[in-house]
């Protein structure tokens, strides 16, 4: 063994004593780190392995499946992560912080539950529970025990969304006239859930966001073409106490796949194509303008605005990625997320709402956005 003496010694010292408080920093790095733990690695689950595990805040500590052959899909991807059938196992896990679920709809709320229960921060795939009042119970259970809940509305974190909201908090676009969205393609089928359930979601939970104000009433009408299974089309309709009114249509039974919402306003109207590669967004400055005439007030001249369009830049960071930060940030500062619980409510209610129209042939289905109102006061409070 080697020991260093006289100047050597005093040379060195400063060396070894940095490398001490590297490492350190760290060892407590790595003891602050967010552990997640992952239930379902289905469809949506190795999405949410990725992100998480290139995460520089979080680590992922466990998955759980119940499928074998996914589990050995993972370990042959993530060889560092350990696999269970029993999702128990990662409640009972001291180093799992938070569960994100990727599970089927119908069982959201049971996992959740339970997650929230062994104290753990829950990040759910979208819709967060079958019912309203499931989601009210993992509300209330969240707020109890001081946990994040978050829902998985991955649609809000994308940059072409962030910047639709930004130019709506600028008032580039004026008054909202209308919402029109466009999302079908061949498939996926589902059994525990309708089309509304699965892609209509999305519109709900950007509406809910770029919108000030949340809907009255809501009319819907709907397909089956498929013996035995749930509504494969559907078109949605959402009135509001202003002028403005949304559309949304949805179909599993399209030969191509569209992905294309509209949004119409006073000054500027927004066209947006997610499956457009670079120019996502597109703002027109075309609209109307209304002159009235002195000597005859009751008619409208009606008049058109032609200007330019221009596609602003539009960040590629992964929606996902960009989610999977704010939840770890959530989960670690105690901050309410962008998609909490009671944003995931207010979108329950308006697909029960749809589902109910549907069951009636469209008839219009009233809400109450008192209520919504109350739900938020209550978790302020």
Not at 18 to 30: C, D, E, G, H, L
Not at 219 to 238: K, L, R
Not at 239 to 251: G, I, Q, Y
Not at 357 to 364: R, V
Request: glycine residues 6%; aromatic residues 8%; charged residues 20%.
């Amino acid at each position: 063994m080697y020991r260093l003496v006289g100047i050597e010694n005093d040379f060195w010292r400063p060396i070894l004593f940095s490398t001490q408080k590297i490492s350190t920093f760290f060892a407590n790095m790595v003891h602050e780190m967010i552990g997640i733990g992952i239930v379902g690695y289905g469809y949506w689950g190795p999405n949410l392995v990725r992100n998480f595990a290139s995460s520089e805040s979080a680590s992922v500590i466990g998955v759980s499946d119940l499928d074998a052959a996914k589990l050995s899909t993972c370990m042959r991807r993530h060889p560092e992560i350990s696999t269970t059938s029993d999702f128990r196992e990662l409640l009972s896990n001291p180093r799992v912080d938070a569960i994100a679920i990727a599970t089927p709809v119908h069982t959201h709320f049971e996992l959740a539950q339970a997650a929230l229960k062994a104290g753990k921060h829950v990040l759910v795939e979208k819709p967060l529970a079958q019912t309203s009042d499931q989601v009210r119970r993992l509300v209330d259970e969240a707020d109890r025990r001081g946990l994040t809940l978050m829902v998985d509305h991955t649609f809000l974190y994308t940059p072409a969304v962030q910047k639709i909201r930004e130019l709506m908090l600028q008032d580039q676009l004026g008054e909202v006239y209308y919402y029109d969205s466009i999302r079908s393609s061949l498939g996926l089928f589902q059994s525990d859930v309708n089309v509304i359930w699965d892609l209509a979601v999305h519109d709900l939970s950007i509406i809910q966001y770029l919108l000030d104000e949340d809907p009255i009433a809501v009319s819907a009408t709907g397909s089956c073409h498929v013996a035995g299974s749930p509504e494969n089309m559907a078109h949605i309709t959402m009135f509001f106490e202003s002028k403005c009114v949304a559309h949304v249509s949805v179909n599993w039974l399209s030969p191509i796949k569209v992905r294309q919402t509209f949004v119409g306003g006073s000054k500027k109207m927004v066209v947006y194509d997610d499956l457009e590669p670079t120019e996502k967004i597109k703002v027109y400055d075309k609209g109307i303008t209304l002159n009235a005439q002195a000597e005859n007030a009751h008619q409208m001249r009606i008049g058109y605005r032609a200007g330019d369009m221009w596609a602003p830049h539009i960040s590629t960071k992964e929606a996902l990625q960009t989610e999977v930060e704010h939840f770890v940030e959530c989960v670690t500062t105690g901050a309410t997320p962008v998609s909490d619980g009671l944003s995931g409510l207010r979108v329950i209610e308006v697909l029960e709402a749809a589902s109910r129209s549907i069951a009636e042939q469209g008839k219009p289905v009233k809400l109450d956005p008192r209520r919504r109102v109350a739900d938020r006061v209550k978790a302020i409070a």
